[in-house]
């Protein structure tokens, strides 16, 4: 393990708050069980409470352990050509304070192999959220992260600073408990 997933991990593991590259933009990520580090990233990024973040698991076994997984959902996991965040509604195994307003969660089975590793040795999900203040334009290279943002968090993975986004962001699909399919972001 590398020396940066190490650091990252214990960042994570003290309550801390990462700046990391995603398998879609720039990313600031915490514990999904610690309230007050999630309080921060709002705090980082100037957001209401009011909006929930997505989370972030590393493999289909993680993902089983914390909400039902309809079918319909593994298809759409793999058919996706671009990374896909889905809104789930059962939810098995979670804090309350990471749920939205309507009790649901929007998780992101993730591709990138040092946050895979991350989550693996954390033993639970990250919360995840793009690097920018609420409501600027996210960051298309590290230059153009906001220096109010780089100097509040705890630890940047160095792989991020060489990272370009493929994508601004993801997919974002609800899989409602009726069976409804709603395309929120394509």
């Not at 992101?108 to 334009?137: A, F, H, Y």
């Not at 705890?154 to 409804?180: C, H, M, T, V």
Request: aromatic letters at 4%.
């Amino acid at each position: 393990m590398s020396d940066s997933i190490q650091k990252a991990v214990k960042v994570l593991q003290n309550g801390g708050v990462i700046l990391t590259h995603t398998d879609t933009t720039f990313g600031l990520s915490c514990l999904s069980s610690n309230k007050e580090a999630i309080d921060k990233i709002f705090e980082i990024k100037q957001r209401p409470k009011n909006k929930s973040f997505i989370l972030l698991v590393d493999n289909p076994a993680r993902l089983q352990r914390i909400v039902e997984v309809p079918d319909l959902a593994w298809d759409i996991i793999d058919l996706s050509e671009k990374p896909t965040t889905i809104i789930y509604d059962k939810i098995l195994e979670l804090p309350k304070h990471v749920l939205a307003e309507d009790g649901s969660i929007g998780i992101r089975m993730i591709n990138n192999r040092v946050l895979q590793t991350i989550i693996g040795k954390v033993k639970e999900p990250l919360i995840s959220t793009s690097v920018n203040i609420s409501g600027e334009k996210a960051p298309n290279s590290y230059d153009e992260i906001n220096p109010e943002v780089l100097n509040k968090v705890d630890y940047i993975l160095p792989e991020a600073k060489n990272f370009i986004p493929k994508f601004e962001g993801s997919a974002i699909i609800k899989l409602g408990i009726d069976g409804l399919v709603k395309v929120i972001r394509a």
